[in-house]
């Protein structure tokens, strides 16, 4: 499970992802170990980073099992089983402060 989210925050930072923050969600829902959150500075990149996450995963026999978002939002939720990762744009992520709803939850950000 380590591997999978290294995995995803490695494709994140591949593609200039920003603020990466990892939060641990099995006391709130035992089904999914983190939730991951990072922005991206533009509808182009953010796109271009959730099909990096996806393409990085394929390559280690890994899937998105769904995938909510295109080319035209600001908002992507990759759905990788007991990961979930948000994508968003910065202008957007400021809009929705997902950090407040899991402000209770332990957090770690990703730094290369």
Known sequence: M??????I??????????DICIYAFSQLNPAIDEVVIASGANLRQTYAIADNVRDRLAE?????????????????????GDIIVHIFEQ???GVYHLEKLYADLPVSRYDV
């Open 2 to 7: 380590k591997e999978k989210l290294e995995i």
């Open 9 to 18: 925050c490695k494709a994140i930072d591949e593609k200039k992802g920003e």
């Open 60 to 80: 280690h026999g890994m899937r998105i099992d769904h995938m909510e978002g295109n080319r035209d939002s600001r908002w992507i939720l990759l759905d990788a």
């Open 91 to 93: 202008k957007e992520r």
